[in-house]
């Protein structure tokens, strides 16, 4: 699998107040999600993302997720928020894709391996992909995990794997995919938007020490 490396990264997605963005960095987390997606519990307005970046040290990654967004509305929240990674997670074409100016991740809802191969034939300028449970009636955040066993080890694109994780999965969903990084988001919750910081330090730590056995 491409560009995969003895540690995994972390991302913490969802993220809709500073005393978790600072908790989370603390706790070793090498990337922070904010939604831009109106329809979520987690969504964020870009000045409260400005205001929680604004706080964060530097070397942590700031990933802005839209759903089907317009270009301009990307473009703007861009230059507004201080994020420095796009995360498209809706029905957006490689040319949508390709018109953003920062390092960009697609989102790919994975039913079956077909899936995952046709997301990576047709999102050849993606960052990475990243590989979420299907479900008809949302884009994601649903706590729903897929059969990991469906990710070929062949795919050229780093990966990034999502989908229902735990304190109490992640160890065996590392084990079966190796994946460039892990992000999770209603696993590490307490509310719908507001973290759980024992399992957030959880969460890492499964991740840390399976890194160890490597």
């Known amino acids: 699998m491409a560009a995969a490396l003895a540690r995994v990264r972390i991302k913490f997605c969802g993220i809709t107040n500073s005393a978790d963005a600072q908790a989370a960095v603390s706790y070793g987390a090498d990337a922070l999600g904010f939604v831009f997606y109106a329809k979520s519990p987690r969504h964020v307005t870009r000045a409260q993302a400005s205001a929680i ?7 942590v990654s700031k990933v802005g997720l839209f ?16 994020i420095d990674v796009v ?6 074409t490689m040319r949508q894709c ?5 390092p960009w991740i697609k989102a790919i809802r994975v039913r079956s391996q077909e899936d995952i191969e046709r997301g990576e034939e047709q999102y050849p300028g993606a960052a990475a992909l990243l590989l979420d449970a299907y479900d008809a009636q949302a884009f994601g955040g649903t706590g729903k995990t ?10 050229s694109r780093p990966v990034i794997l999502a989908g229902g994780l735990t304190p109490d999965n992640v160890a065996s969903a590392i084990h079966s995919v190796r994946p460039y990084a892990v992000d999770v988001s209603g696993g590490i919750e307490r509310a719908k938007g507001l973290k759980d910081h024992d399992k957030m ?14």
């Open 67 to 82: 759903v089907n967004a317009d270009p301009r509305e990307v473009e703007d929240t861009i230059t507004e928020s201080g």
């Open 53 to 59: 970046i604004a706080d964060l040290p530097p070397l």
């Open 87 to 92: 995360q498209f997670h809706g029905d957006e």
């Open 98 to 102: 390709r018109a953003c100016s920062l």
């Open 146 to 155: 897929f059969d990991w066993s469906s990710v070929p080890q062949t795919i």
């Open 201 to 214: 330090q959880r969460f890492i730590r499964e991740v840390t020490d399976f890194d160890r056995q490597l």
